[in-house]
């Protein structure tokens, strides 16, 4: 049905008795029997003391019907049946579970099987078992202790009550050296046990939430995941046990539509889940005032059991609403009462709510200076802002209403000779802005903050939102025109008609910038040197600006991309070298030409010198359609190792503040040839880089100096001068013991080879039999093949069963260069190691303070994207991508719960108009991968100011464990770029506030084409 159950195995499995995670090592320090999980990097932290337990925080497992209290400092996830509480540094685990009696057993011999099964084999030494009293219940214990190889010992009290509703079972397990620090606190907590009926829905945290198009309101639990779009609200309990939907069913009257609304609202069940779901009951009722239609009825999923569901279908002011609650039988005493608190909270948009709910609109704001634009106002703190120099952007929830400041021109208006000339003005620069056809209004007198303006609204249609209305301001503010756009949705905008009265109201003149975008020069910021690797020069740049150096290309971006700076070898040639001149100039002018995918326009050649070296300046200029006349400084600098370009590629709009931090980084250049090279020698470089395979249940480490590409699909890495060359990618997901022969496997290795590599070569694959890697168990393969240019190449294969399928690891070597980097082929085979991406951590509900995080900007060139991404988040180097499903950007969190990838869509995909369709990027997505997906909302909407289309979806990691993720396909005006969230479930609480900083940072860049990675451009 609507219902997309994706971790619903996790949830039966603990609703039919299922047991608390025990992955001890997934918090700090942690002692385990499970497999230590090493790609999540955790560092000790200190012991804690007794103290903590004077911060108390109350837990409710539900399902055992029971509630206690653990310290403010301890890791806890308190589930529906099971709960895990870790101490600090794991010194004690606390688990809560559901306990039966084994078959024909008493309480005292199941305890005794579930300790001898649970912790078999850890130097068991089984102690006494006695009456205790735990809080309010009478209860039995059975104290034990085990001997974990790498912690030492561990004593263990296994506690069974009895509630009115079944048993439960506590196990307190403390490692022995803690004992006597941690007992009186361990008392404390037990002291705490109490029963709890399980369904006290009224303390559930939530809020209202208004979908404007279908005119309702529904208080909705704050844990739930919620997609409020346009045409429809979803929300999703944990785990996806219950789900709501609130959407708009007809246009037609109550006197209308009740004529026919079991019908109706029949079919509307009918189209979404089928013909196969029965009745319970149905009839009229009313709601909070509004005359409405019920139908209750149940349903059988084939795979996921049965529902129980009711839509009521409601006149509102908008026409009729419907509201559908659904939840699995398994889920029923959990989730009917807070559905039914759902169903009472239903109330028409335009009521206020009562009982202290929380309102969709928040009054209180916050003021934005808006520098380069000579503005300030105030914008509520509910609404998303992104404030650049030159222009601001705001989002009202859901995107109602669209607030855009920017500033328009240098002028006044006494400079127009008329109001048309103004109006003319205005309408050029909104159409500049927008991909629609704008109808504009009158253009008015007004006032804006004391400062004159004039007023001119427009209209568009958006085949997704509908009819478009906008209110436009232009306010001379002494200094230019600058501009103020609201951009209001015809449904639901009105609601925002008195907060965007409030906002205008709040323009006031500010003068305090431009110019403290950026430090007036270089020295305030700080400067960093770098060595422009192959070019044969250094410079200073300022420390705030993002710098990519590479060995052959140094890249630096000013704040906000004002000013490019390029440095890059051109030849290996002198100025001596050329017989004019002009021959001279063509030469430089092409590599400029080839660098941009813009007509250019170039000034007067003048000779120069640049850091005491010979040069030669040569200005050029080009237009941008996003921003417009763009100015270059040009170098070509004999450095008497070849000749060396700097480019200075400059926005006219704000570049003029650049000019002195311009002069500084060309008055910093000298000669430096510390990191050049000549191409002929070959190094081999020890320094290792860790990369990590997803697909191939891989990592290894690699030298740095080789040329590393990691795809969803495959990985290889090229040595300097690519004399060896190493591929990884997975075979299947067989294990070695499915091959009968090794004739059979030999016979399936050679296939791929073929498919993949090697489809031309004349070579024969031979057997060289079983060999370990990374401790696994692997089988070896051998052969040779003769190259007309390389001569004869000698290939190893590597079939290595990791557990989880047979990956391939092959090293294709140049046999007269292969004697140097033996060492090397040696150190990656010995680095492999298993990997595991996404490794079922335990969930971790502890927020991440983002004001105490730190972070740097990442350009990602060939999807013209940037992103903030935090330090302690692994980053992979940028990807060129060989097919259009290959990432250019990898990222993830160090415990493995986030991962964020960036695409470029490599089709014939201009624009979000162009890609009209969101199975074209979900299937865009499968291909990438995320082939298991299930969509649960799309809708197109700006994303950070740019037009885009987003697919929310899920999809299995196994069978416990869902990922939650969006996939965002942006329009660069330039192509389409996708980036995708990836987020474990578990954690989405834990990094809600870091994912809205990272997203809220992704914004569109201007790069240069270097005409392979931008198929688009022309």
Avoid at 203 to 225: F, R
Avoid at 785 to 794: A, H, K, L, P
Wanted: include cysteine; charge should be negative; charged fraction near 25%.
């Amino acid at each position: 049905m609507k219902i997309f159950f994706t971790v619903l195995v996790t949830v039966l499995c603990a609703l039919n008795g299922g047991f608390a995670e025990r992955i001890r090592a997934v918090s700090q320090c942690g002692f385990s029997k499970e497999p230590v999980y090493d790609m999540r990097d955790f560092s000790c932290i200190p012991m804690a003391k007794t103290d903590s337990a004077e911060s108390m925080n109350k837990y409710t497992v539900s399902g055992a019907h029971i509630e206690l209290s653990f310290p403010g400092d301890w890791q806890v996830n308190a589930q529906k049946n099971t709960l895990s509480a870790y101490s600090p540094g794991d010194i004690v685990l606390f688990y809560v579970d559901p306990f039966e009696l084994g078959q024909g057993k008493d309480l005292k011999s199941s305890m005794k099987s579930y300790i001898e099964q649970e912790y078999a084999g850890d130097a068991l030494e089984i102690g006494n078992f006695s009456a205790v009293t735990v809080g309010e219940f009478k209860a039995n214990s059975w104290t034990f202790s085990y001997v974990d190889g790498e912690y030492g010992k561990a004593s263990v009290m296994l506690i069974v009550i009895e509630t009115k509703k079944g048993m439960a079972m506590l196990t307190v397990d403390m490692l022995e050296d803690g004992k006597k620090e941690y007992q009186p606190l361990i008392d404390k907590i037990l002291a705490t046990v109490k029963y709890s009926e399980g369904s006290a829905d009224v303390e559930v945290d939530g809020k209202m939430y208004t979908h404007a198009k279908s005119g309702l309101k529904v208080w909705i639990p704050a844990s739930w995941d919620t997609l409020n779009d346009v045409n429809r609200l979803d929300s999703y309990s944990d785990g996806d046990v219950a789900l709501i939907i609130v959407e708009k069913l007809s246009d037609k009257s109550w006197k209308d539509f009740s004529k026919k609304a079991y019908d109706t609202l029949n079919d509307y069940i009918a189209d979404d889940i089928g013909d196969d779901f029965e009745v319970k009951s149905k009839g009229e009722t009313e709601i909070n005032g509004m005359k409405a239609y019920k139908i209750e009825y149940e349903y059988i999923d084939g795979s996921y059991g049965k529902a129980i569901s009711m839509s009521v279908a409601l006149e509102t002011e908008k026409g009729i609403a419907v509201f559908t609650y659904d939840i699995l039988e398994d889920g029923l005493d959990e989730y009917l009462p807070i559905a039914k608190k759902m169903v009472a909270s239903l109330v028409q948009a335009s009521q206020e709510t009562d009982g202290g709910q929380t309102k969709p609109l928040d009054s209180a704001a916050q003021n934005y200076v808006v520098k380069g634009t000579y503005l300030e106002l105030n914008i509520p703190t509910d609404w998303q802002v992104d404030n650049y120099s030159g222009k601001l952007s705001g989002y009202s929830p859901n995107d109602t209403v669209l607030l855009y400041v920017e500033r328009m021109n240098d002028k006044s208006f006494g400079d127009y000779q008329s109001k048309d000339e103004l109006k003319t003005d205005l309408e050029k620069f909104a159409k500049g802005e927008y991909s629609y056809k704008l109808t504009f209004g009158k253009i008015k007198d007004t006032k804006v903050g004391g400062m004159s303006a004039v007023s001119m609204p427009f209209t568009y249609h958006d085949d997704s939102y509908g009819d478009i209305s906008c209110e436009y301001y232009g306010i001379d503010t002494g200094k230019g025109i600058s501009t103020i756009i609201f951009d209001t949705l015809e449904e639901g905008g009105s609601e925002y008609e008195q907060i965007n009265a409030g906002i205008l109201a709040s323009v006031k003149f500010n003068d305090s910038g431009p110019g403290e975008t950026v430090e007036p020069d270089a020295e305030k910021s700080g400067t960093k040197l770098y060595v422009a690797g192959s070019s044969c020069i250094e410079l200073k740049i300022p420390a705030n600006w993002d710098v990519d150096n590479s060995p052959n290309k140094l890249s630096g971006y000013s704040p906000n991309d004002t000013v490019l700076l390029y440095v890059e070898p051109m030849n290996n040639k002198s100025f001596d070298d050329y017989k004019s001149e002009q021959e001279f100039l063509d030469d430089f002018k092409s590599f400029a030409k080839n660098a941009y995918s813009y007509d250019l326009t170039f000034g007067k050649a003048e000779q120069t010198e640049v850091g005491g070296m010979d040069a030669v300046s040569l200005p050029f200029s080009y237009y941008d359609e996003s921003y417009g006349d763009i100015h270059c400084q040009y170098y070509a600098i004999d450095t008497g190792k070849g000749i060396a370009t700097i480019i200075f590629d400059t926005l006219d709009d704000g570049g003029s503040e650049y000019e002195q931090i311009n002069a500084d980084i060309l008055a910093s250049v000298k000669f430096n040839d510390s990191e050049y090279s000549d191409s002929g020698n070959v190094t081999v470089d020890s320094t290792p880089g860790e990369y990590k395979h997803a697909k191939s249940h891989l990592m290894l480490t690699i030298p740095k100096d080789w040329s590393t590409s990691a795809y969803d699909s495959d990985l290889s890495s090229y040595s300097p001068n690519s004399s060896i060359i190493l591929y990884m990618l997975p075979l299947n997901n067989k294990a070695l013991k499915d091959y009968k022969k090794n004739a059979d496997l030999l016979k399936e290795v050679d296939k791929a080879l073929k498919d993949r590599y090697y489809s031309s070569m004349d070579y024969k694959l031979q057997d060289k039999g079983k060999e370990k890697v990374g401790g696994m168990d692997a089988m070896k393969f051998f052969m040779t093949y003769s190259d007309s240019t390389f001569g004869e190449i000698d290939v190893t294969v590597h079939a290595i069963d990791t557990g989880k399928g047979i990956t391939l690891v092959i090293f294709d070597g140049i046999r007269k260069e292969a004697e140097p980097y033996q060492e090397a082929i040696a150190g990656i085979l010995a680095s492999i190691k298993f990997y595991d991406e996404k490794a079922a951590p335990v969930a971790d509900d502890t927020s991440i303070d983002v004001n105490k995080l730190s972070g740097k900007y990442y350009q990602v060139k060939a999807s013209r994207l940037k992103i903030w991404i935090p330090n302690d988040f692994d980053v992979y180097s940028e990807q060129s991508g060989s097919t259009q499903y290959d990432y250019q950007f990898y990222t993830g969190s160090r415990d493995g719960a986030v991962i964020l990838k960036i695409y470029t869509y490599q089709d014939d995909y201009l624009n979000i108009q162009s890609l009209d369709s969101k199975t074209v990027l979900i299937d865009f997505l499968k291909n990438a991968g995320f082939d298991t997906l299930v969509v649960k909302g799309a809708k197109t909407a700006k994303f950070n100011g740019k037009d885009s289309l987003i697919i929310d979806f899920t999809y299995m990691v196994d069978q416990n464990l869902t990922a939650v993720c969006r996939a965002v396909a942006i329009d660069t005006d330039n192509g389409i770029s996708v980036y995708v969230e990836d987020i474990l479930q578990p954690d989405l609480k834990k990094y809600k506030d870091v994912m809205g900083k990272i997203s809220g940072s992704v914004e569109v860049i201007r790069v240069l084409y270097d005409g392979t990675q931008h198929p688009w451009a022309k």
